[in-house]
């Protein structure tokens, strides 16, 4: 069984803070890895995705990979009230050539910014 | 910004019908996925289609579900005699290629009676 575990939370942190997400996955083949926030009711939303090891930079969001760690985190800067949601982390467990695109996902940190 | 869009929202449905769930991938996507979301759970996969044709399933995807894309921009999910337990957010989602970010639409609130 493919899993992709993650901390349910609720984490919280202040206004300004920084908020680190993290997410652990079993199938060391894993090639693609991907960041959603979800708002209550409402659709998955990308944020991020990361495919090589290391860190990816976009705005206040950086995406870290350690492939032999097996370990995917998601770093938020300056959080914002408006920040607050679920957080998934999706896995596509194959390769480049060989993957039809499904995604394993966690089942999501809830994270709440206070003012 | 090109997005998927689905139709309905919402659908109330008694148990035994049939359902058909409709979404408008991107349209320079090529791979085109079905995902559900019980209340409070994770979201699962379904169905994942390439090339007119089912590429990967899960064991969820049962006889009871079938995929389709009649024409060049629509792609539905039927689910032939609709349970109980068929209750949860459905969403579509597409991509360009297998391994490349995938889109979700806004989803259909599916609720079986």
């Known amino acids: 069984q493919k899993e992709v575990e993650q901390n349910s939370g609720p984490l919280s942190v202040p206004e300004g803070a920084i908020a680190s997400l993290n997410c652990t996955y079993s199938d060391r083949v894993s090639q693609s890895f991907f960041w959603y926030r979800q708002y209550s009711g409402k659709s998955p939303e990308l944020i991020m995705s990361i495919y090589s090891n290391g860190d990816k930079e976009d705005g206040r969001f950086t995406a870290q990979l350690n492939k032999a760690s097996q370990y995917v985190s998601l770093l938020i800067r300056d959080s914002q009230p408006s920040d607050s949601a679920t957080y998934l982390c999706?896995?596509?467990?194959?390769?480049?050539?060989?993957?039809?695109?499904?995604?394993?996902f966690g089942q999501g940190t809830i994270l709440t910014v206070h003012p | 910004e090109p997005e998927v869009t689905q139709t309905p929202s919402h659908q109330v449905t008694q148990m035994g019908q049939e359902v058909i769930l409709r979404c408008v991938p991107i349209?320079?996507?090529?791979?085109f996925y079905w995902y559900r979301q019980i209340l409070g759970q994770k979201v699962e996969f379904l169905v994942s289609?390439?090339?007119?044709?089912?590429?990967?399933k899960s064991e969820i995807f049962d006889d009871q579900f079938s995929v389709e894309r009649p024409d060049g921009s629509n792609f539905t999910l039927k689910i032939r005699s609709t349970k109980l337990e068929d209750s949860a957010m459905y969403f579509c989602?597409?991509?360009?290629?297998?391994?490349?970010?995938?889109?979700f639409g806004q989803g259909t609130r599916l609720t079986v009676v």
């Open positions: 289609f390439y090339n007119n044709e089912i590429s990967e």
């Open positions: 989602a597409s991509s360009e290629k297998g391994f490349t970010e995938a889109f």
């Open positions: 999706a896995v596509n467990p194959r390769a480049g050539g060989t993957s039809y695109g499904k995604l394993t």
């Open positions: 349209s320079n996507h090529l791979y």
